[in-house]
């Protein structure tokens, strides 16, 4: 079945820039996303990409997809203390199932 | 409100007891998706309601889990025979059929002792 995968730890210091990684194996998704979800909180959609894309750009955040490797990361400019959370990695189709990564914790250091 | 809502926010049962969770999507989505969250963990789909077609049941877990919807409203989520193993947070979430992001409720926290 489909499956993503996420490095589980990233710690990263104020103001610097933060990358998360993900792999994902089901090539018909569609759309790709990161959410953030903060302790005690729900889930928040924080961007997507559209597959025929290779680079969205969104203020702080910049997602790239490598289709062809499967291989998606976000990428967060001068990370602030309230980045700290789990971000989720997700795939799937609009009006479809999603199937989610297991998170990365990020940990932002002042 | 305009969010999805979801109720209790958190319940706690004895194991062996029957449980049902609450889901109010925002009005006028046509999908209606229920995912566990188990502790530490990333989500994992349960099921899928998308209009008057037949749920997509395939993330259930065992036949202890069932869950309905009226229409385009309200689903319930039923564990029976609740199990310790079934303590998790239960996110439900809901969308347009075209619409690319799903909103998800806060949650019902279950804790089966």
């Known amino acids: 079945g489909e499956d993503v995968e996420q490095s589980l730890f990233l710690s990263v210091r104020e103001g610097d820039s933060s990358v998360i990684n993900c792999t994902y194996t089901?090539?018909?998704?569609?759309?790709l996303y990161w959410y953030k979800q903060e302790p005690g909180a729900g889930l928040q959609l924080l961007t997507y990409?559209?597959?025929?894309?290779d680079m969205k750009q969104d203020q702080r955040l910049t997602v790239l997809l490598n289709k062809k490797d499967k291989h998606l990361s976000l990428r967060i400019a001068d990370t602030q203390t309230g980045d700290s959370a789990i971000y989720f990695c997700?795939?799937?189709?609009?009006?479809?199932?999603?199937?989610f990564g297991g998170g990365t914790r990020v940990l932002v250091k002042p | 409100g305009a969010g999805v809502s979801q109720s209790p926010s958190n319940k706690v049962t004895e194991k062996g007891k029957d449980v049902e969770l609450r889901c109010d999507p925002i009005s006028g989505h046509t999908a209606l998706y229920w995912y566990r969250q188990r502790l530490g963990q990333g989500l994992e789909f349960l099921i899928y309601f998308q209009g008057n077609s037949a749920p997509d049941k395939s993330g259930l877990p065992s036949d202890r889990f069932s869950a309905e919807r009226t229409g385009e409203s309200v689903s319930t989520l039923t564990i029976q025979r609740t199990q310790q193993e079934d303590s998790a947070v239960y996110l439900c979430a809901s969308s347009s059929f075209t619409y690319y992001e799903q909103y998800f409720g806060p949650g019902t926290r279950l804790t089966v002792t």
């Open positions: 990409i559209f597959s025929n894309m």
């Open positions: 997700a795939s799937g189709a609009a009006g479809n199932k999603l199937t």
């Open positions: 089901d090539s018909s998704s569609t759309y």
